[in-house]
């Protein structure tokens, strides 16, 4: 059965970067895409990017342009998405999901969700 | 600065009938978005529903259908369940990127 499993929560301070790692199960991970979003406390989800697992080409928000890097370990079927300058509005749940559906590969199955926490 | 909208609430009867919209302000909502609709449950994960404006996942429930309907995505609920009660989210494609929408908070009343 698919799987995104997500790294645990953390906690950062202002200035800080993250990094969330999603690791892949039950498909050929380079086949499909991985898609981030996040959401924040009460708030509505956000896409942030995705990364074509199979050649590594990116596409990000216009809202996170120059403070998100995606990226991905096709040994480990592992995606990662690390956000820079970390102030305290970037406090949200951060889900990877696969992008595997129709034409334009749409989010299927999610991850659990990580908690980031941006506090000094 | 592309902008989703959706209905902020919407209550139903159990039993009922009920359609969320979707709207761009970009200008109608065409296949060509391929319009996708998720349920979050408080303190889950969403789970994907609809893709592509109408195609349902293998566990969507026969009870929630998709379209275009005036200009705008439509997610459509007949015969309401109280498991039902959730926020639905739409998200539309923009040429490589995607948005979602601000959300509807169905209540099952």
């Known amino acids: 059965q698919v799987q995104l499993v997500q790294s645990g929560a953390e906690l950062k301070k202002p200035g800080a970067s993250v990094k969330v790692s999603c690791k892949a199960s039950g498909y050929t991970f380079t086949t499909y895409t991985i898609h981030w979003v996040r959401q924040a406390p009460g708030q509505r989800l956000e896409w942030m990017g995705w990364?074509?697992?199979?050649?590594?080409?990116?596409k990000y928000s216009q809202n996170f342009q120059g403070r998100v890097t995606i990226t991905r370990d096709t040994s480990a079927s592992t995606a990662y998405m690390e956000l820079s300058s970390l102030r305290s509005e970037d406090t949200a749940v951060y889900y990877c999901?696969?992008?595997?559906?129709?034409?334009?590969?749409?989010?299927?199955?999610w991850g659990q969700g990580t908690l980031v926490t941006v506090s000094s | 600065q592309t902008v989703v909208t959706q209905e902020p609430s919407l209550t139903v009867s159990p039993g009922g009938t009920v359609t969320l919209t979707c709207a761009s302000s970009t200008g109608a909502v065409t296949s060509g978005f391929y319009p996708n609709w998720f349920q979050q449950k408080p303190g889950q994960a969403p789970r994907a529903l609809i893709y592509?404006?109408?195609n349902k996942h293998s566990w969507t429930p026969a009870r929630f259908s998709g379209s275009l309907l005036g200009g705008k995505g439509a997610l459509t609920l007949s015969g309401v369940q109280p498991e039902d009660e959730a926020e639905y989210y739409c998200?539309?494609?923009?040429?490589?990127?995607?948005?979602f929408g601000g959300g509807t908070k169905l209540t099952v009343l």
């Open positions: 999901a696969r992008g595997g559906v129709g034409v334009v590969s749409a989010p299927d199955y």
């Open positions: 990364i074509n697992a199979g050649n590594g080409n990116t």
């Open positions: 592509s404006t109408s």
């Open positions: 998200l539309l494609y923009y040429g490589g990127a995607w948005v």
